[in-house]
Structure formats: C-alpha cells, structure tokens
C-alpha cells in the first residue's frame, strides 16, 4: 500500500484519511460466495493501490476524505484511459475505485460519491451503447502484413544466429508471440505476465502449460479456473521454431521471456543469491560472461538454469506497437493507434463468426454464445441486410400502378 503523507492521527481537524479505511473496505467486500470474493478483493485492493498512488503524486497529495475531490477523479479517468487499455479494462479499474468511494460515502466519510460525478467520469471512454463492431479487429490485410514483417525478421535473425543469438531469441519470439495471438484468440493476460498478480497462470504462458504435438495449451481463463484452448495448426511453427532457438533448460521457462537487460541482472542475482553465492560472485560471473565475455544476459539464463521472468501484459502491448510502426502498418484508429493484442482475439472471433458460426466462436474464445453474439451482432446484421436485399430482388413486381386523374 503506498505510503500517504497523513494519516488520522496526523489530521488535527480528525479528517479520515483515504488510506485508513482501505482494510475495513475489503473486509466488507470480502463476504462473497463461491470462492469470488477473494479474487474480487484482490483486484480491488490493485486498483485501490494504484488510485492511492495517483494521488500521492498530484501536488497538494490530498491524503483524507475531506480533501478529494471531483477534480482529482476526473483527472484519474484521465489518467486511466491514457495507459492505453481497452475501454472495458479502463472502466473496470474506475468502478473499483468508485465502488470503495461509494461504500465511503455510506460510511460517512464523504457526502456523495465524487467519482459518480458527471464531470469526472467525461474523460472515461464514451459508451455509445453500439459496442459491436466498434471494438478493434485486426483486418486480413493488416495481419498478413504483419506475420510477413515477422517472418522476414525471424529469418534474417535465425541465418545470422551464430553472430547473435539474443536477436534470434528476440525476433522468434516475437514472431511465436504474433501467430498465438493471431490464431488462438487467447487474452493477453493469460499468455503474458501480470505485473500485479503474481498468481500461477498470471505470470505468464510456460512451455509446460503447451503441448505441441496436440494442438492445445492451458491456461488460467478469465472465470479464474485452468482450461485447455485450441492451439490451430498455423501457429505452431513458429512456437517450435523458438523453442528451438531459445533452448530452455526447463519446461518451467516462460515461452515469452522478458529480454530487458536489467530485469535479466536481478533475475539471475536473485537465483544465485538463493543457491548461495553472494553479490561479489555474481558479479564476476556476469562481467566475465557478459560484459566482457560473448553471452548475452538471457543465454547466461539458461546457462545457470535461471528461469527469466516472463513479459508482462504491458510489454507486450509495447512490442504489438514497435511491429506496428515497423511493419509499416497505418491504422485509422485514434484509441490505439497500433495493432492490440485485443485486436488480435476480436478478429479471431470474427473469422470464426462468419465461417462457422456463433457456436465454435463462442468455444474458441471461451465466451458463452450469448455474449459471442453480443459481440459480433454487426456481422449478423449485416448478414440480414444482403438477405433482405437478395429477396427483395427476387420478390414479383406488383402489378398495381398508381394512376391519376
């Protein structure tokens, strides 16, 4: 929990400091059934985490009820629809934090729930109520431009691997990272890393969590319980091709290991300081090996047995826009601007949709059918159009004529 610059008994007017209540919050709130108030209670201790820590940053850093005000929230839906996010997400992340607003505000501590404001919620993405179609999905065109740019850096970095193998690793990684997207329909967070829970299945997707040869992997799906999904037969390839070049020493390993320089270092310093070694011998070992050797700090990783930590969601969005920019892709899209993982599953949907329907779209995505046909309605009605227009093509002339006297 970050820290606050005051607290109740700092506060001489008794004012209640935000950060004081937060427990009692999620003490109420953590009175479900079926097992969902812990998983609810952890992402809204995340989200009541990071508002706090908003906060903190903005001068003044009102730190009690009594001080927060509409300005502040608006300025956090501000905040929240910059980072990039679909719009579901963002407006996922400002319900956890008005709903504690709102509980607050039945507590006494405010008079009204700032963050029901009109005027701080404008900054949120406006909901139209025409949520079909609207979304981002990846067009045919763009994603074969895509895996074509892939393909080609893969290639190109595999011929010239003896010369450097962190660029073979990276370029077929993100060439493996491409197709699963592309074809799976898998979400985001269940193959990468969520930096704020650290969950088994939110770390990111392991080579043991695949099986190649049978076309499926696992995954820790959104209703929070692990389930197999299809792996379709053009994406395999390229996770083979990785895992050939990547050469994990454990089936522990994530199938899309961070490549950051500095998260490496810690990575492998944590490892060996829990083996037994201390800083020093660290040290000389990554300066022999790395600094002055030929290994980069991902080959040396594996040398060790140091499992890497895996990509994070946000890293990887950051790499979908590198491959955007790189790939020579222009978007008409003012939301994102680059090719989404989100974009990705949408058009994966879609495909399915029109080839064979709302029930198999529904199976590959891991979405109820109704929801399916939520989603995708667009497709349906236009659909409807061209029968409505074919019949009305076939449909006999009256032979009735309008006459005049």
């Known amino acids: 929990m970050p820290s606050e610059p005051k607290t109740d008994s700092d506060d001489e007017t008794g004012a209640i400091a935000i950060s004081s209540v937060v427990e009692d919050y999620l003490l109420d709130k953590g009175k479900g059934r079926d097992g969902e108030?812990?998983?609810?209670?952890?992402?809204?201790?995340r989200e009541i985490d990071r508002f706090l820590e908003f906060l903190s940053d903005r001068p003044g850093s009102p730190a009690t009820f009594e001080e927060l005000s509409v300005a502040d929230l608006r300025e956090y839906a501000r905040y929240l629809s910059?980072?990039?996010?679909?719009?579901?997400?963002?407006?996922?992340?400002?319900?956890?934090v008005s709903g504690f607003l709102g509980w607050a505000s039945r507590e006494g501590h405010l008079s009204e729930n700032p963050a029901q404001r009109t005027r701080a919620k404008e900054p949120l993405p406006e909901d139209t109520g025409r949520k079909s179609g609207e979304q981002q999905a990846w067009s045919r065109e763009h994603r074969e431009q895509l895996l074509s740019y892939v393909d080609e850096q893969a290639y190109n970095a595999i011929d010239a691997i003896s010369d450097d193998p962190k660029a073979a690793i990276k370029d077929c990684r993100n060439r493996a990272l491409v197709n699963l997207l592309c074809f799976s329909g898998v979400r985001g967070a269940?193959?990468?890393a969520d930096i704020d829970d650290g969950r088994r299945g939110r770390d990111g997707l392991r080579w043991s969590d695949l099986s190649l040869g049978d076309n499926s992997l696992q995954v820790l799906a959104k209703k929070q319980r692990w389930d197999d999904r299809a792996?379709?037969?053009?994406?395999?390839?390229?996770?083979e091709r990785l895992k050939q070049?990547?050469?994990?020493p454990s089936?522990?390993?994530?199938?899309?290991p961070s490549l950051s320089y500095s998260t490496l270092v810690q990575d492998f310093s944590n490892s060996l300081l829990e083996r037994g070694y201390d800083n020093e011998e660290i040290e000389k070992i990554r300066l022999e090996k790395v600094s002055e050797g030929e290994l980069s700090m991902i080959e040396l990783c594996a040398e060790y047995?140091?499992?890497?930590?895996?990509?994070?969601?946000?890293?990887?969005r950051d790499v979908m826009k590198r491959l955007t920019d790189r790939a020579g892709i222009e978007l008409d899209d003012d939301t994102h601007g680059y090719l989404a993982p989100h974009g990705a599953r949408r058009a994966a949907g879609e495909v399915m949709v029109r080839k064979y329907g709302h029930g198999e779209a529904a199976r590959l995505l891991d979405n109820s059918e109704q929801v399916v046909r939520e989603h995708y309605s667009h497709i349906e009605a236009g659909e409807l159009a061209d029968l409505a227009a074919e019949a009305f093509d076939e449909a006999p002339q009256s032979d009735n004529q309008d006459s005049t006297e």
């Open 82 to 96: 910059r980072q990039g996010w679909a719009e579901g997400t963002i407006k996922n992340y400002y319900a956890h």
């Open 245 to 248: 070049v990547l050469d994990p």
């Open 251 to 256: 089936d522990d390993w994530p199938v899309f």
């Open 37 to 45: 108030s812990g998983n609810y209670r952890r992402h809204a201790e």
């Open 305 to 316: 047995g140091v499992a890497p930590s895996a990509m994070t969601t946000h890293g990887g």
């Open 190 to 192: 269940e193959i990468l």
């Open 231 to 239: 792996l379709p037969a053009p994406a395999v390839p390229s996770l």
